[in-house]
C-alpha cells in the first residue's frame, strides 16, 4: 500500500484528531473517508448541473439544503 507524508496546520490536525475521536476510528481512516467525499465531488463536479452540497432531513422527511461546496 503506498504511503503519503502530510504537512498540516495544527489547525487541521486538532480537528482531524477531534473527527477521529468522536467517530472512533483512526486519523488514517478519517482522511480515507476524506478523501473519498472528495472524490465523489470531483467526479460529479464533470457533470452540468450537478454540486456538492449539504442537507438536513426535516420532521416531515423533506430534505432541505443547509450549504453548498464550491471550488472542488
Known amino acids: 500500500m503506498p ?3 502530510l504537512d498540516l496546520s495544527d489547525e487541521i490536525d ?3 484528531t477531534d473527527i477521529a475521536k ?3 476510528i483512526t486519523k488514517a481512516e478519517a482522511m480515507r473517508r476524506a478523501f ?3 472524490a465523489v465531488a470531483y467526479a ?3 457533470k ?4 456538492l452540497g449539504i442537507v438536513r432531513e426535516r420532521d416531515d422527511h423533506t430534505l432541505e439544503a443547509v450549504g453548498r461546496v464550491v471550488g472542488i
Open 3 to 5: 504511503r503519503m507524508t
Open 36 to 38: 473519498a467525499l472528495l
Open 22 to 24: 468522536q467517530s472512533g
Open 48 to 51: 452540468p448541473g450537478f454540486s
Open 14 to 16: 486538532n480537528l482531524l
Open 44 to 46: 460529479e463536479k464533470k
